[in-house]
């Protein structure tokens, strides 16, 4: 006899009642509190980036441009070496997976300007492949290595993406929302 | 049986294959001076190192997945597991990405209360980096020295939050609980006897003879490698970048204080080394301005026991004793964070060091591993 609920294994208590769903509070978006020199850096990459498709809004107190997953590396080129923007210093480069798309995010600096950003590309769940910039700043070597072990994305043109954080023959990308949680073999 | 003169040939050929064939020298991953577990391929020509290859991820416990099944008052004790030696610096970072996303105004006291722990907390791990880079470059005393002022700040650690290490002792909005009642007569104590200390240690290795020949012009890094490779610190201020988070973006209560940014020269060992003796003056000094201008007070924001950010995300900096720690915080508007991804200073850093290791002497690579003060639990996270 299959054990449902109508039909509880012998011996065993008689199914509970559901509980009622408790209600989720609202949830609201965080406000926008850019700061002067991000409203100027706005206006000011939105007239550089007039020949490309680019997206600039506001993440928070950062700029953010939402890019073309293969015009990262020449964004992020012009936007190292357009002397109005300088952004010397990739401060972080990282992954972020909502299940139905990635999206990669490249939090930048500039120490001669002193302003902030955030460049922004999405990839696709399935098998995500962005082009490499470690061409542009050498400190994304370890970073995209990163992503590569936790998240699976494919650099493509990064001189190594050997294991930098998982050990070698390490299977699956652990940093997934589908990578099990507290459930993994003993060895 | 060969002649002397043909064996004479034999060992002549030998040797000259020998010196154009590479030797691989493997360091660590157990090794005295890799500072936690870290492996370093070292391939070399004769004494001169050709190229390095770090090997992380020893102690990968996956953190950054790790917070997103906690919820935001829990994940504060994955930070302090993360630098084990600046714990609450650690803290600081997330405590603040959460205040931001949330708007949430700390009161002053509880700032204070941050402030001086974490300037304490600077002093301990510079002084800890001391003791072991002395010992890196061949100097026995020097860490006992460090250790033993290390030890005065731990305990009056473990008077505040009760533990040595892994304090947990920061919260969203504010601080644990009010300090004990004995705190301030033992804090001025323990700055007294720190800025005695610092002073003695300065004396006792910053000029020595046989240090300087270990640590003056050994593998300098510009400013612009050092940029370019992400590095920041007292290794960026080392090459004479003036860069401080705590004074160029002020967090905090920073812009109450007036102290120095040390910035060397040269950017080689010694410039590294004594950038961090004079941060333990400059932390002290914000530390007896802090404890002058407390006052009492509230130490927790008003807001609601369990923390639930508004959908948005936010990357905070704030300045530990490694340098720049940033913290990338996506909220989806739940109990829990939906991703965090923890920029670690050393991490950075460390990744310089096959950039710095180039060309220098095998003998020198302890020392340089030494000079950039790592923490491998906040590397492999």
Known sequence: M?????????????????????????????????????????????????????????????????????????????????????????RSLSVVDYVDRLEINYHLFSYPKRHKLVIKADLPAQAPVVPTVTGVWRTANWFEREGHDLFGVNFAGHPDLSPLLLYEGFEGHP????????DYDEW | ????????????????????????INMGPQH??????????????????????PHIGYLHRGSEKLCEGESYAQVITLFDRMDYVANLNSELGFCMAVEKLMGIEVPDRAWYIRTILCELNRVASHMLFYGVFGMDAGAMTPILYGFREREKIQSLFESVTGARMMHNYFRIGGVKEELPADFPARLAGIVDELKRAVEECDRLLTGNEAFLARTRGISPLSAE?????????????????????????????????????????????????????????????????????????????????????????????????????????????????????????????????QHMLRGAYVADAVVVLGSLDIILGEVDR
Request: glycine share 8%; charged share 25%.
């Open chain 1, 2 to 90: 299959p054990e449902t609920p109508e039909n509880p294994p012998s011996g065993g208590k008689p199914a509970r009642a559901v509980p009622p769903t408790r209600r989720e509070p609202k949830v609201e978006a965080a406000p926008e509190a850019l700061d002067d020199a991000g409203i100027e850096l706005s206006s000011l990459v939105s007239g550089l980036f007039t020949d490309e498709k680019v997206e600039v809004g506001v993440e928070v107190d950062e700029v953010s441009v939402r890019v073309a997953l293969d015009r990262v590396p020449a964004i992020c080129a012009r936007m190292k070496n357009e002397p109005s923007l300088a952004f010397d210093y990739l």
């Open chain 1, 175 to 182: 940093g997934l929302k589908s990578y099990p949680f507290h």
């Open chain 2, 1 to 24: 049986m060969p002649s002397v003169s043909a064996i004479m040939k034999i060992t002549q050929t030998t040797r000259a294959a020998d010196s154009s064939v590479d030797m691989m």
């Open chain 2, 32 to 53: 005295p001076s890799t500072h936690g577990v870290f492996r370093l391929v070292l391939q070399l020509e004769g004494e001169r190192i050709v190229h390095a290859e």
């Open chain 2, 225 to 353: 490698d050092a940029i370019d490779f992400g590095v920041t610190g007292p290794i960026l201020r080392s090459t004479g970048q003036i860069e401080d988070v705590r004074v160029s973006e002020p967090y905090g209560i920073y812009n109450r204080f007036d102290f120095g940014i040390p910035v060397g020269s040269t950017g080689d060992c010694w410039d590294r080394y004594y950038i961090r003796i004079e941060e333990m003056r400059q932390s002290l000094s914000i530390i007896e301005q802090a404890a002058g201008q407390m006052e009492t007070g509230e130490i927790q924001a008003k807001m609601r026991r369990i923390a639930r950010p508004p959908k948005g995300e936010v990357y905070v900096r704030s300045e530990t004793p490694r340098g720049d720690l940033g913290v990338f915080l996506v909220s989806d508007g739940g109990p829990k964070p939906y991703r965090v991804k923890v920029r670690t200073p050393s991490f950075s850093n460390l990744q310089a060091i």
